[in-house]
């Protein structure tokens, strides 16, 4: 029963690994999502954003996730034609005893395609960190004896794309473009079987009601090419660039609710509720999400900036 237990966390955590974390809130850790998101508002000369997700409250070893970003745009004195981003992504994702952490730089250059339409390519260039907590297990039982306690893959490199005009936004990140496996610096966790390749794509527009509400509308669709993708479809209206409220359903497994509003001047909070659907709903169908950043930009916020070369600034 102990070897049937060991072999289900290593599964598991294994197979969890393999995607894209998942956050509701992934309009707000767009960088998370894509290299290519970052720096996409040109007069933004620095953000910061971190935040943190635990699912199923209640239920032991519960997947948990965290993250903090941070990015710096060099922009031309006189040209929006074409300007430049860097930053770092540091990210864990947790889930029971399996624990996986992202080390990454990024370089994102966002390029005027035509005067409405913003081209942006970026990539994470950094190591996985794989780690099991072995002293969780019998240790005697060659399931573990055979796993490494932690493993440095390296290098780890995600590619992104991104397109972008002030109503319209769709990008989509590669990952395991260059980590194949559980196997690096320190030997192997898990079977030696290839990790798939995964994608993450998300699609969205923006409705204008009024002076002060903006509807945004978008998709995410996420998973390995060789699979059924894992959809969540969301809506956000900001209002007055100070609060915003919206809902998410990811397939037949969450409903979701989204407050984020303005704090001070320049920090922006998001806070998220899932709510199980599933048939976790009779046991711990409870999941909080919360992220924070310091920018001037806030959620949906649109503007059109006067310069030699006409480029929407879009905060999607």
Known sequence: MKKLFTYFFIVVGVCKAQQFPQYTQFLFNKIGYNP???GTVARVPFELVFGGRTQWLGISNNPKSAFISANYNFVPKRSYKRWHNVGVYLAQDQNGVYKQNDYWLSYTIHMLASARWLLSAGVFVGAKQYSL????FDLNDPAVSSSAGSVWAIPDVVPGIRLTNRK???DMAIQHA????????GGTIGTPSRIALNYNSSIGTKLKINDFDNLVFSVNAKGAFTSIPNLELNVMNYYNKRLALGMSLRMNNFICGIVQFRLLHNWNVGFAYDLSINKLLKTNPNTVEVMVSFSPVFGGEVIQKATKYSVSECAF
């Open 133 to 136: 907590e072995k002293s969780r």
């Open 168 to 170: 319209f936004f769709w």
């Open 178 to 185: 260059s980590v194949w496996s559980r196997r690096g610096i």
């Open 36 to 38: 290519a998101a970052s």
